[in-house]
């Protein structure tokens, strides 16, 4: 039987370095006329405290609105002006700011992302007027149903807990920020010890490095403890509606996972990948697609954290056939439970999901986010080969025995618009 070989997805060698003031840095060669840098900050939404829900999603906005040298006009110019992008976004437990660019302008990127991370100041006219864009956007999201489902049933599954709560916050919460609290809360999280510095492209690391040590190195006397996040105690599974005027019922369904540092993670990415993690011939766009004809869109999803994590899987179908969609998502679960995978079985999978992550290796952007994400978390990162490998080593009764944990019925959370 011929061995898989995966060295031709290898990748070539990250490099690595750490400033004195604890900011590590993580750059990934690449020959490309287009380059990535950003910072990445372990801080996200479930670091805030109870009287400042929104408050990293907020902070994410005003990074742009104003620094000690430059209005907010100049920042959202910068590299704008030369065919550049500026971006930033939130999580949970991260927020991302970068910018994609022009290799030649990456001194630019540099010094602006230093500029906007260290030295911004929060202008009150600024905080107003970014703080009515932001009730928009939770006016907006209100409006998604598809959407909102999902992270009402985080709050579901971590009732008063700091991963329940909306990234975005709420209207009473976002009119309780002032700026003294987003002054103190950029002092206690956006330390540089608490971020990675990440770069992509065909940039010199003796170059990232010069100009890391030269922008990003400043002295930080004064280390506030940020707030410790405490680990989610397990609740009483439930069912639980909400009336929305909508046109379709939208359900969710899921339970508890282990957080992304678990050694069965592989197995578990191939699980969600077989029910239906993004491919049309999952088990259940199968069933509840292609041979009922019930949904347009069914799929299962992951979300790990550092310390916890969940599975859920979402439909949306006419009203009088939710009953039904329930007794075919529920025959799946129990049929992978039930019944061990053939080798066959897990080979395509674990070919098609390999596929999958060869394909979105493809975007480059998607990858310095990745590399970020991954070294700030595990100090390091895994190339794609190395990935195959470890999903290559998965066994079907690793999968079976997940599935047997997860799906246990009365174990399931459900979560009903109607």
């Not at 500029?115 to 107003?128: C, R």
């Not at 010069?210 to 004064?222: I, K």
């Not at 029910?275 to 011939?281: D, E, M, R, W, Y």
């Not at 199968?286 to 790990?304: D, I, P, T």
């Amino acid at each position: 039987m011929k061995s898989n070989d995966n060295s031709r997805y290898a990748q070539s060698t990250v490099s690595t370095h750490e400033l004195p003031n604890g900011l590590r840095i993580i750059h990934q060669p690449f020959p490309s006329e287009i380059s990535y840098c950003g910072i990445v900050v372990n801080t996200g939404s479930r670091d805030e405290f109870p009287d400042e829900h929104g408050m990293a999603h907020f902070v994410e906005h005003l990074l742009f609105k104003g620094t000690k040298k430059r209005k907010a006009h100049h920042v959202i110019n910068r590299m704008e002006n030369v065919g550049g992008e500026l971006n930033a976004y939130t999580t949970k437990e991260e927020t991302f700011i970068y910018t994609t660019f022009l290799s030649e302008y990456f001194e630019r990127a540099m010094e602006l992302l230093s500029d906007i991370v260290f030295h911004s100041t929060f202008p009150e006219n600024q905080i107003l007027k970014e703080r009515d864009v932001i009730l928009d956007e939770i006016n907006s999201y209100i409006d998604s149903p598809s959407e909102l489902i999902f992270d009402d049933f985080e709050n579901f599954l971590f009732p008063n807990h700091e991963i329940g709560h909306y990234i975005l916050g709420t209207t009473e919460t976002l009119l309780n920020l002032d700026r003294e609290k987003i002054e103190n809360f950029v002092h206690r999280q956006y330390l540089p010890e608490n971020m990675v510095l990440f770069s992509f492209g065909k940039t010199p690391f003796s170059k990232v490095v010069r100009l890391s040590e030269q922008l990003f190195n400043s002295s930080h006397t004064s280390h506030p403890i940020s707030k410790k996040r405490e680990l989610p105690l397990a609740g009483i599974p439930k069912k639980h509606q909400v009336e929305k005027d909508t046109a379709q019922t939208h359900v969710i369904l899921g339970t508890h996972t282990f957080d992304m540092f678990h050694s069965d993670r592989y197995a578990l990415y191939l699980l969600n990948h077989i029910l239906g993690g993004g491919s049309i011939n999952s088990r259940l766009n199968n069933s509840l697609r292609e041979k009922n004809g019930l949904v347009y869109n069914v799929e299962s999803n992951l979300a790990l954290y550092t310390d916890t994590g969940l599975f859920s899987i979402y439909f949306a179908c006419d009203k009088k056939q939710v009953d039904r969609c329930l007794k075919l998502v529920d025959k799946e679960l129990q049929k992978i439970v039930e019944f061990s995978l053939s080798e066959n079985q897990l080979a395509t999978a674990k070919k098609q999901y390999k596929g999958q992550l060869g394909i979105a290796s493809e975007n480059n952007e998607s990858i310095a986010l990745r590399i970020a994400k991954s070294f700030l978390h595990f100090n390091h990162y895994l190339p794609l080969d190395e990935i195959f490998t470890k999903i290559d080593a998965v066994t079907t009764e690793q999968v079976q025995n997940l599935a047997k944990k997860l799906f246990v019925p009365e174990q399931l959370y459900q979560l009903k618009y109607i």
